[in-house]
């Protein structure tokens, strides 16, 4: 009555060869066949066709008749072809007086269980690839932020060698020529001579001065950055900037949200990359005039400076790292800091260069 009522365990026992001589319905339950199809057949049966090519079953009856017991933990075949995974084990009955008499064998199947085992282990490897992936990205991304620093940090040191070279070259000169002045004045005054032309040319000169002091401050940072915002910042540097090179230069700007307050590190990085663009234009393009546009959108901020230039190749320069020395490199590291993108249109062929700057920024 146990063996018949245990409906979740298959219950078998076969002879010495390993042919069937009791099927339990808890066996022909799990595996498919009846009884009548189990009796006086091979065990083997219920082996998948991979183990029994490999000789498992007769491996199992070796080792259950050499210990005792043998382990029988494998996938087995159903009657319909499917699988089950079964849990138990195979035990030799013995006789004392006849010796060996058959095997038995109790087996639970645990077909769900394992697969639930399977699906966990596969979640688990899936979220262990996931984290493995987001900490290489990570290690990625902090090697990146990294290279980025450095670049940053190279273009402003470069930036500091062309201000000194500004200092030293305009204002330094002008104050020596002013101060060659005085000392002129002073000796007209003391020979009773008019001093009147002269102090004229060093009024003229201390203008000069002033102006190149304005310029190197908002080569710096200019004031309306802070104050006023991105578009005035413009408008005065290009001003500027036209007064001392000599190019026309116009600031356009456009959009449903202009005139609204920038995040610091935006406003910043536009600025300067713009600042980085006139100083390329005057040192390189030759140009008669120059388009500073900027575009405040909703998401986006795009700022497009473009020149009448000469124009050159992008490719060949970052090919010759000509893109240092233009400060090309700085300014997409910048724009890339600040979340956005910089591409640049140029062609020695066509002439004239154009300078695409994208940067999303929150909703108003």
């Given at each position: 009555?146990?063996?018949?009522?245990?409906?979740?365990?298959?219950?078998?026992?076969?002879?010495p060869?390993?042919?069937v001589?009791?099927?339990?319905?808890?066996?022909?339950?799990?595996?498919?066949?009846?009884?009548?199809?189990?009796?006086?057949r091979?065990?083997d049966?219920?082996?998948?066709?991979?183990?029994?090519a490999?000789?498992?079953?007769?491996?199992e009856?070796?080792?259950?008749?050499?210990?005792?017991?043998?382990p029988?933990?494998?996938?087995?075949?159903?009657?319909?072809?499917?699988?089950?995974?079964i849990?138990?084990?195979?035990?030799?009955l013995?006789?004392?007086?006849?010796g060996?008499?058959?095997?038995?064998?109790?087996?639970q199947?645990?077909?769900?269980?394992?697969?639930?085992?399977e699906?966990?282990?596969?979640?688990?490897?899936?979220?262990?690839?996931?984290?493995?992936?987001?900490?290489?990205?990570?290690?990625?991304?902090l090697?990146?932020r990294?290279?980025?620093?450095?670049?940053l940090s190279?273009?402003?040191?470069?930036e500091r060698?062309?201000?000194?070279r500004?200092l030293?070259?305009q204002?330094?000169?002008?104050?020596?020529?002013?101060?060659?002045?005085?000392?002129d004045?002073?000796?007209?005054l003391?020979?009773?001579?008019?001093?009147?032309?002269?102090?004229?040319?060093?009024?003229?000169?201390?203008r000069?001065?002033?102006?190149?002091?304005?310029?190197?401050?908002?080569e710096?940072?200019p004031?309306?950055l802070?104050?006023?915002?991105?578009?005035?910042?413009?408008?005065?540097?290009?001003?500027?900037?036209?007064?001392?090179y000599?190019?026309?230069?116009?600031?356009?700007?456009?959009?449903?949200s202009?005139?609204?307050?920038?995040?610091?590190?935006?406003?910043t990085a536009?600025?300067?990359i713009a600042?980085?663009a006139?100083?390329?234009v005057?040192?390189?393009?030759e140009?008669?005039h120059?388009t500073?546009?900027?575009?405040?959108?909703?998401?986006?901020?795009r700022?497009?400076?473009?020149d009448?230039?000469?124009?050159?190749?992008?490719?060949?320069?970052?090919?010759?790292?000509?893109?240092r020395r233009?400060?090309?490199?700085g300014?997409?590291?910048?724009a890339?800091?600040?979340?956005?993108?910089?591409?640049?249109e140029?062609?020695?062929?066509?002439?004239g260069?154009?300078?695409?700057?994208?940067?999303?920024?929150?909703?108003?």
């Amino acid at each position: 009555m146990i063996v018949d009522e245990a409906r979740d365990y298959a219950i078998l026992t076969t002879d010495p060869d390993g042919r069937v001589t009791s099927w339990s319905p808890g066996a022909a339950a799990i595996f498919g066949w009846s009884g009548e199809e189990a009796l006086g057949r091979m065990v083997d049966f219920t082996f998948t066709p991979e183990d029994r090519a490999a000789g498992e079953p007769a491996r199992e009856r070796a080792l259950a008749r050499a210990n005792g017991v043998a382990p029988d933990v494998r996938w087995h075949l159903h009657r319909d072809g499917g699988r089950v995974f079964i849990e138990g084990t195979m035990r030799a009955l013995r006789d004392p007086s006849e010796g060996l008499r058959g095997y038995l064998k109790v087996g639970q199947d645990v077909t769900a269980r394992r697969a639930t085992e399977e699906a966990l282990r596969q979640a688990l490897a899936d979220v262990e690839q996931s984290v493995s992936e987001r900490t290489a990205e990570l290690a990625q991304a902090l090697v990146e932020r990294d290279r980025l620093r450095r670049e940053l940090s190279a273009a402003e040191e470069e930036e500091r060698r062309r201000l000194s070279r500004e200092l030293h070259d305009q204002l330094g000169q002008h104050l020596t020529a002013f101060a060659l002045g005085l000392a002129d004045v002073r000796r007209l005054l003391a020979e009773g001579a008019p001093a009147e032309p002269r102090l004229a040319q060093l009024e003229e000169l201390t203008r000069m001065m002033t102006r190149d002091a304005r310029y190197l401050a908002l080569e710096l940072r200019p004031p309306e950055l802070d104050d006023v915002g991105l578009e005035s910042a413009l408008q005065t540097y290009a001003a500027q900037w036209s007064a001392r090179y000599g190019v026309e230069a116009e600031v356009a700007v456009t959009g449903g949200s202009a005139g609204r307050p920038l995040p610091g590190d935006v406003g910043t990085a536009l600025y300067r990359i713009a600042q980085e663009a006139l100083t390329n234009v005057a040192r390189h393009a030759e140009a008669r005039h120059v388009t500073v546009q900027l575009d405040v959108l909703a998401e986006e901020i795009r700022l497009i400076i473009e020149d009448d230039g000469r124009g050159f190749d992008p490719e060949a320069a970052a090919r010759a790292r000509r893109e240092r020395r233009l400060g090309l490199a700085g300014m997409r590291e910048r724009a890339s800091l600040a979340g956005g993108s910089l591409e640049i249109e140029s062609s020695p062929e066509r002439g004239g260069t154009t300078v695409y700057v994208r940067v999303p920024v929150a909703g108003p």
